[in-house]
């Protein structure tokens, strides 16, 4: 059975633009305080690594159950892209 595609071809990737502006971010504040720089990029680097282990994990129970391959695909980003609208959630509040 196909699935219908997105109305917007984009949207399974506007998530990509909103990790730079993220990434971007978080750039400028390490840039305005290096004080802190060493010890937020460490949070940072443990963050991704976290996201990166849970979306293996998750892409693994997928293949194992015999999901699609476009399944197992979304199964490992979805982490990392929480990840990402968690962080914009954030750097918008303030």
């Known amino acids: 059975m196909r699935r219908k595609p997105p109305a917007n071809p ?3 990737h506007a998530w990509l633009a909103e990790a730079g502006w993220v990434f971007m971010m978080h ?3 390490l840039w305005a305080n290096p004080a802190k720089a ?3 990029l460490a949070a940072l680097g443990a963050e991704k690594n976290r996201a990166f282990a849970e979306g293996a994990m998750k892409a693994g129970l997928a293949a194992m159950r015999g999901a ?3 399944a197992v695909a979304a199964a490992a980003v979805a982490p990392a892209r929480g990840r990402v609208r968690a962080n914009a959630r954030r ?3 303030g």
Do not use: E
Request: without cysteine; charged residues 15%.
């Open 10 to 12: 984009f949207a399974a």
């Open 27 to 29: 750039s400028a504040q």
């Open 38 to 40: 060493g010890a937020r």
């Open 68 to 70: 699609q391959p476009a």
């Open 91 to 93: 750097i918008i509040k």
